[in-house]
């Protein structure tokens, strides 16, 4: 199939962009957006043209490393699909497709596809661990956890950081990120003793660097991970408990 | 020189434990007063940071990628293993020892071995008290599933993504250090050469991949957990940019590279699809505990497989190795499935691949047991293939995965180099000529949690007062020759790009060096390889320039290294005429087809030294001493 794509291009963060548009020609369907990306690569370099840098790593859907806006939408028209999972024969021959680096203000433009998240990490370094040094640990089934709590706590913990619930999100939000994070540790009994000093730091942390949640739940039709926005509602609450308690 | 492995004297069971008695100790007021580099935050160099940080030593630790949370241990699906014999089922620290050992052909370490063994139940307490969601029974306790090589379950899970959540277990350790000052972290820094200052590893050299500065950093010591050189075949289940840079840098500064060519070929992954291909997707091992492996009995048979009968049907795995079945291990699974499809019988557009079929699993235990249990891999499978492996057989065929050889390392996990210490798949120590499935997750964190924080003490003791600083004459050399070969990449002003060498190279390697090899094959490959590499300095297009992102000039790096490697692997595979393990020579198998190992002759580790510009790298014979196991040929009959 051939498309014709239109990709922003930015030379660096103090420099203007631009679209530019290339055509993707002889794609398989069978292959993947960013194998569709390689092979317009090939193809500048054939012609001399500085390829298109994009981050990925692990093309499996789990490192996170991945994400782009296709036609506007963060990781393009499928759910649940990381845009290393994406395959081309989502699309038609002869489409047009528009493709962006992730839109937010907390996430400055390094090259072309390529933003700096490291605002997200910024939040884990606020409280989203438990603190426990090596070697200190109790016998693992010394402490009996409910399945459904482990599974719920699993269900948050699969988040991959790829930061497309804030580029879809027209305040530019974290939450779902952030609420992931305290929702897999505080739903744990591991996780209680920093509970609410958790959710405090993170919070205001996340609160310092990214736009603030107005629940426009675009963050959850985009997620790689399905992750819900239920567990905002938990992390609001979470919040709420450790403000009186301070 | 001669290779000391520093092997503990005593019985084997206690050798850990005299070794922690014994070894020199920093006190804690003097920890601050040491800097050491990491380099990688995966399991083996995020928990090693991690650890050391928590015990006072200043930590400084590079990633070329945006987080420390994106190393490739994130991507390992199935599990890890532990002797905790939760599960009632005869298991012990002493039989997870031995099948790791059996599993690797019996080139392993004893005493490494024995240890990680031991370690695999604190990692389990360690992991949990992270809060690492592992999969639980309705009491509450821990479940367990099986694994290829044995016959117990001892391999805890988190659904399909066990790697990720003991990597963010670590990742959320180390960025606690982070944030108390103790870990100074520096992302999107590629470590390109290794410093060594009177025969002592005493920093590193990186480039920013951001504003392309190459700059250098002191330390009293060097920690590399930088993974694997399973991307030397250009496919394989690594992510793109995992590369050997780090440890081949080390070995043109001196450490011994043992066992280049132990590699190991998953035999589940999904089979190539067109020559667009960046890489392969593995499904998970565990897939084979419910999953039957078969081909077609006929040849060319090109039915659909539900049309083909029963009786019309070959489950190689199961008829050959009966009492292991599907679940047997690795190296022996992949190269039944390549026996297949060369005898015509492969399935599949191409004709390379195989069926694993949940068919009678999903009658025996319903749609919604083998969702809960592998859901996400079934999910995985459908986006890429179209084809839904609740109704149809998946398809796989055998991939690159992991390379048990690696920078050789002492039993306190330090190279031939005084001061670097080499952890998880950048080394060469625990897994033999064979990993077995859910072992690496266990040897990365035994190694970053609970073994190079401790030994580490003992060199750093014997360094007080002996700190270098980053503007020695050493330093500057090392930058100057770094900027070197970034300049000559870029000078090359070619036709070709780097992606297209490098799936040269990587046919080059899966043909001769791949699965099975002939001293033939192998005498060809290398010419083959050297005129490719002499090629590419010279015809590579890499556009741009060094002082700005520049993703062309970070693969070129990587792959003119990989093409020194892969000669060195073919060297390798050449010297050792015996087959073991992952390491198949056709000439030297049983009249069944199986790997024939010769002990009476190859019963050691084959560490490589550099020895110059295209001068035959020097071999040293460290000999495998077998005290508690006795050699046997592998059986899983």
């Known amino acids: 199939m051939n498309l014709t794509l239109h990709v922003w291009r930015q030379a660096a963060r103090a420099t203007d962009g631009k679209f530019v548009t290339y055509k993707a020609e002889n794609i398989s369907p069978e292959a993947s957006f960013l194998e569709m990306l390689d092979v317009v690569n090939e193809s500048l370099i054939a012609k001399g043209e500085d390829p298109i840098h994009f981050e990925h790593d692990c093309r499996e859907g789990i490192c996170g490393s991945c994400g782009m806006m296709i036609n506007g939408t963060a990781h393009g028209p499928i759910g649940a699909t990381a845009t290393c999972q994406l395959h081309m024969r989502h699309f038609n021959d002869g489409d047009e497709v528009t493709i962006e680096p992730w839109r937010a203000k907390a996430f400055p433009i390094i090259k072309d596809l390529i933003v700096d998240r490291s605002g997200l990490d910024k939040i884990i370094q606020a409280g989203g661990y438990i603190s426990v040094n090596t070697g200190s640990a109790i016998e693992a089934n010394s402490l009996p956890i409910p399945k459904p709590v482990q599974e719920q706590a699993m269900d948050a913990a699969e988040c991959i950081q790829c930061g497309a619930c804030v580029a879809q999100c027209p305040n530019g939000a974290a939450q779902l990120f952030t609420s992931a994070k305290i929702s897999h540790l505080g739903l744990l009994p591991q996780g209680q003793p920093e509970r609410y000093s958790r959710v405090l730091n993170m919070v205001e942390t996340m609160e310092s660097m990214f736009g603030s949640c107005t629940m426009f739940r675009e963050c959850e039709a985009v997620c790689p991970k399905g992750i819900s926005t239920d567990f905002i509602a938990r992390m609001n609450r979470d919040y709420i408990v450790a403000k009186f308690k301070r | 020189m001669e290779l000391d492995s520093k092997i503990p004297p005593g019985p084997l069971a206690d050798k850990w434990a005299y070794a922690k008695s014994h070894y020199k100790l920093v006190n804690p007021a003097n920890k601050r007063k040491y800097d050491v580099i990491v380099v990688g935050a995966g399991l083996a160099g995020g928990a090693a940071a991690a650890t050391m940080a928590e015990l006072g030593y200043n930590v400084k630790c590079f990633v070329y990628h945006d987080s420390p949370r994106r190393a490739h241990s994130i991507a390992a699906q199935g599990g890890i293993n532990a002797a905790k014999n939760y599960q009632n089922d005869g298991d012990s620290v002493f039989r997870l020892f031995y099948d790791t050992i059996k599993g690797g052909d019996y080139r392993s370490r004893e005493a490494n071995v024995h240890r990680l063994a031991e370690l695999s139940l604190n990692i389990i307490d360690q992991a949990v008290a992270q809060g690492v969601p592992f999969a639980r029974e309705y009491g509450g ?438 087959s073991a393990g992952g390491h198949f020579r056709v000439e030297y198998q049983t009249a069944e087809g199986e790997a024939k190992r010769n002990d009476d002759e190859y019963l050691y580790v084959a560490a490589w030294q550099y020895a110059g510009e295209n001068a035959q790298p020097t071999l040293q014979k460290e000999p495998l001493v077998y005290e508690e196991v006795k050699l046997a040929t592998r059986s899983y009959k």
């Not at chain 2, 870029?490 to 992606?499: E, H, I, N, P, Q």
């Open chain 2, 141 to 578: 306790t821990l479940d367990n599933r099986s694994f290829g090589g044995v016959q117990v379950s001892r391999t805890f899970y988190a659904r399909g993504q066990t790697g990720q959540q003991l990597l963010l277990g670590a990742f959320q350790a180390l960025e606690r250090q982070i944030a108390l000052g103790r870990v100074q972290m520096y992302t999107r820094h590629e470590m390109l050469e290794l410093v060594v200052v009177d025969g002592h590893a005493k920093g590193i050299v990186t480039r920013n991949l951001v504003t392309g500065a190459i700059e250098a950093h002191a330390a009293d010591a060097v920690v590399l957990g930088t993974g694997g050189y399973s991307n030397v075949f250009y496919l394989s289940t690594n992510a793109k940019a995992s590369n050997a840079t780090a440890i081949w840098r080390a070995y043109k500064k001196g450490a011994a590279f043992a066992n280049p060519c132990y590699t190991q070929i998953h035999p589940t992954c999904i089979p190539q699809s067109g020559d667009y291909q960046s890489k392969l997707t593995l499904m998970s091992e565990s897939l084979r505990n419910d999953g039957r492996i078969w081909v077609p009995k006929k040849q060319g048979d090109k039915r659909p497989p539900n049309e083909i009968p029963e009786n019309e049907r070959d489950y190689y795995l199961e008829r050959k190795y009966p009492s292991f079945g599907n679940l047997a291990p690795r190296d022996i699974a992949s190269r039944a499935a390549k026996e297949a499809c060369d005898d015509g019988r492969g399935v599949g557009a191409s004709g390379r691949g195989v069926y694993l079929d949940f068919a009678d699993a999903i009658k025996r235990l319903g749609r919604t047991t083998i969702e809960e249990r592998y859901g996400n891999l079934f999910e995985m499978y459908h986006d890429i293939t179209a084809e839904d492996p609740y109704l149809v057989p998946m398809r796989i065929y055998p991939a690159p995965h992991y390379t048990m050889g690696g920078l050789w390392v002492d039993y306190n996990l330090m190279s031939n180099i005084p001061g670097l210490y080499v952890t998880g798949e950048a080394n060469f120590s625990d897994h033999g000529a064979n990993r077995l499935g859910a072992s690496a997750l266990m040897q990365g964190l035994a190694d970053g949690y609970f073994v190079v924080p401790v030994t580490i003490g003992d060199y750093l003791a014997t360094q007080m007062g002996k700190k270098v600083a980053a503007d020695r004459a050493e330093f500057k050399q090392a930058i100057a020759d770094t900027s070197d070969r970034m300049n000559r990449l870029l000078a090359a002003k070619g036709t070709r790009s780097v992606d297209s060498f490098h799936k040269e190279l990587g046919t080059i390697m899966w043909d001769y060096c791949g699965m099975a090899r002939t001293a033939e094959g192998l005498k060809k490959a290398i010419p083959m390889i050297r005129d490719l590499r002499e090629r590419y300095w010279k015809e590579v297009r890499v556009l741009g320039e060094g002082e700005e992102p520049n993703q062309s000039l970070e693969k070129a790096g990587r792959v003119a290294d990989f093409f020194e490697l892969a000669e060195l692997m073919c060297l390798d595979a050449l010297e050792r005429n015996e």
